[in-house]
């Protein structure tokens, strides 16, 4: 980098809010659809008699979760490869996966008061907010 000494840093500060909102986004929109899923195998299945965590349902719910926290966390990792310190984008790739978690309990509420219906909304929703993110931020990568 070749940059004269009146050339100010670059500010990352519009980036990482994009990058943590669409790793949070996504992460909510795969637990909507973990959620989804879970209901509609309860939905063909019998009743459960007693709670057993190797049933579909129950695997598919600690799998599902876990997967769509590590996704959120690896979408803000690549989108914060930008700032080039790995202590930082480690720690708000972090901050990203278990931030969607916090905020995809809103699917338990969606689920009661819509069903599977409200559940895709979400989804759908969480995946208009990604591309909205994703355009703001390639369109911060193109020179001015």
Same mark, same amino acid.
């Given at each position: 980098m070749n940059e004269s000494p009146d050339t100010p840093p670059p500010d990352f500060v519009g980036r990482i809010l994009a990058a943590l909102g669409f790793g949070a986004a996504?992460?909510?929109?795969?637990?909507?659809?973990?959620?989804?899923?879970?209901?509609?195998?309860?939905?063909?299945?019998?009743? !459960?008699?007693?709670p057993a965590l190797t049933s579909a349902p129950a695997l =598919? %719910?600690? $799998?599902? *979760? #876990?997967?769509?926290?590590?996704?959120?966390?690896?979408?803000?990792?690549?989108?914060?490869?930008?700032?080039?310190?790995?202590?930082?984008? !480690?720690?708000?790739?972090?901050?990203?996966?278990?931030?969607?978690? =916090? %905020?995809? $309990?809103? *699917? #338990?509420?969606?689920d009661r008061a819509f069903g599977p219906s409200g559940l895709l909304g979400l989804v759908g929703v969480s995946t208009l907010a990604c591309l909205l993110l994703a355009r703001r931020i390639t369109a911060s990568r193109k020179p001015a």
């Open positions: 996504l992460g909510v929109g795969l637990q909507g659809l973990v959620t989804w899923t879970v209901r509609m195998l309860q939905r063909g299945g019998a009743p !459960a008699t007693a =598919v %719910l600690l $799998l599902g *979760t #876990l997967a769509a926290i590590v996704a959120a966390g690896l979408a803000a990792w690549v989108l914060l490869a930008v700032i080039r310190n790995p202590w930082r984008q !480690a720690m708000l790739a972090i901050v990203a996966g278990l931030g969607s978690f =916090v %905020l995809s $309990l809103v *699917t #338990l509420p969606i």
